[in-house]
């Protein structure tokens, strides 16, 4: 018997929950892609992206996930050799450095905080050791969507002024655009990287990439361009040359609605609404932590992230019986551990188009596949999570 039906519930961080909206942009015939819709579609995807990274700089449309957006990134401003610095916090920080490894630069790791942020001590010490001003580049992620930790990103542009270091500040906001703030251009980032697929609701398939002036600057002398990731050739007509190649049509018409439905609801909304999920999912872990069976993969507190909760069983052993009860009994996907003792955390998402339902329904059903596992739980975690939310919805609300 299985409780599971109809459409997959995903919990997962990526490829978030489609609205119907977004997958109806896309229930139409094959358009012309020199004149009319697409075009439109790209002006308004590289408008609304540059809104949501809230910066005035160029954005780049690349047809391919997070890891091309790297790979725009590094092949764009970058030659053989040139030495960039890695803070580390889970992974994909740390990846985003094995592709620049792989594509002929010096690559440095700041190790993290054991489960925590990126070490910022470690990281200035580095830098002001720095004398001759080799590091070229810096590579953070916002939100690190393995560990679960949320970076302070203008803390790390606070180090890089206190030590007077010239490095260019790469931010990886993959998994945090769209759902928690970012200031591109108030917090000095010089690149930042998003995809499709997680904050911005669309369909997977789609990465941006926005450089900012000095970002453009090692561009115009990066020795590892080529001809398809090449921005400067991207910057010309015709809307071909965006994309060197055919634009993605159907994927722009999804990406366009799903931005049409961020502005509606409005950023500070969004930012608000993440907030309170992740608290609400957060009071119900710390309620089931209390059983001392799981616990938060994040020490700090503070350092928790608002799109994606990290759990781990606390005797190291498999979270497997847990997802598959989920996944073949319930209907309901969790994300995967990653990284390092993966096998033992399992991860809930509350980022994208999740609403307190969608995340009432997966806490629900988490609880209800610990008790059917005999996994001790000590508390309730669905009644805190409801008076979490019930505490954090303002009162009075100003008319519709
Ligand atoms: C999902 C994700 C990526 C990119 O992953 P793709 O699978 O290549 O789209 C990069 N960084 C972070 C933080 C992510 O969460």
Redesign the pocket.
Same mark, same amino acid.
């Given at each position: 018997m299985a409780f599971g039906c109809g459409v997959e519930a995903l919990a997962i961080? !990526?490829p978030t929950p489609l609205p119907d909206r977004v997958v109806r942009a896309m229930c139409r015939p094959s358009t012309d892609i020199y004149d009319g819709v697409s075009v439109k579609a790209t002006e308004a995807v590289l408008t609304g992206v540059a809104r949501v990274f809230r910066t005035e700089s160029p954005v780049y449309i690349q047809i391919?996930?997070?890891? !091309? !957006?790297?790979e725009s990134a590094l092949s764009n401003v970058f030659s053989r050799g040139e030495r960039v610095l890695v803070l580390e916090s889970g992974n994909?920080a740390v990846?985003?450095g094995r592709m620049a490894e792989a594509m002929g630069l010096a690559v440095e790791v700041v190790p993290g905080q054991p489960r925590g942020p990126v070490d910022l001590d470690a990281f200035e010490d580095r830098l002001r050791a720095d004398r001759e001003g080799a590091i070229k580049a810096v590579i953070v992620?916002?939100? =690190?969507?393995?560990s679960g930790v949320a970076n302070d990103i203008p803390a790390v542009r606070a180090v890089l002024d206190r030590a007077g270091h010239g490095a260019l500040l790469f931010v =990886? #906001?993959? #998994?945090?655009l769209g759902c928690v703030p970012f200031e591109m251009d108030a917090w000095g980032v010089d690149l930042a990287?998003g995809?499709s697929?997680?904050g911005l609701m669309a369909p997977?398939g789609l990465?941006y990439v926005a450089a900012g002036p000095r970002a453009l600057a090692a561009h115009a002398e990066a020795g590892l361009r080529t001809r398809y990731w090449d921005w400067t050739l991207r910057d010309a007509e015709p809307h071909y040359a965006k994309y060197c190649g055919t634009p993605p049509t159907h994927l722009l018409f999804a990406q366009a609605e799903a931005l049409a439905m961020l502005f509606e609801e409005g950023l500070a909304a969004i930012f608000a609404r993440h907030t309170a999920l992740a608290q609400a999912t957060r009071a119900a872990i710390a309620a089931w932590a209390e059983g001392c069976a799981l616990e938060f993969f994040i020490r700090d507190a503070a350092c928790r992230s608002d799109t994606?909760s990290t759990v781990m069983l606390s005797d190291g052993s498999s979270s497997e019986p847990l997802r598959t009860l989920c996944r073949q009994r319930y209907g309901l996907v969790l994300g995967v551990g990653q990284g390092e003792t993966a096998e033992a955390k399992f991860r809930i998402a509350h980022m994208g188009h999740c609403s307190a339902p969608m995340l009432m329904g997966t806490l629900g059903t988490v609880q209800s596949a610990l008790e059917h596992l005999g996994l001790p739980f000590g508390r309730d975690g669905v009644a805190a999570a409801a008076s979490a939310l019930a505490e954090r919805l303002p009162t009075e609300t100003a008319p519709a």
């Open positions: 961080p !990526g391919a996930n997070g890891h !091309g !957006g790297w994909y990846n985003w992620v916002q939100i =690190d969507t393995a =990886d #906001a993959v #998994a945090s990287v995809a697929q997680k997977p990465a994606v």
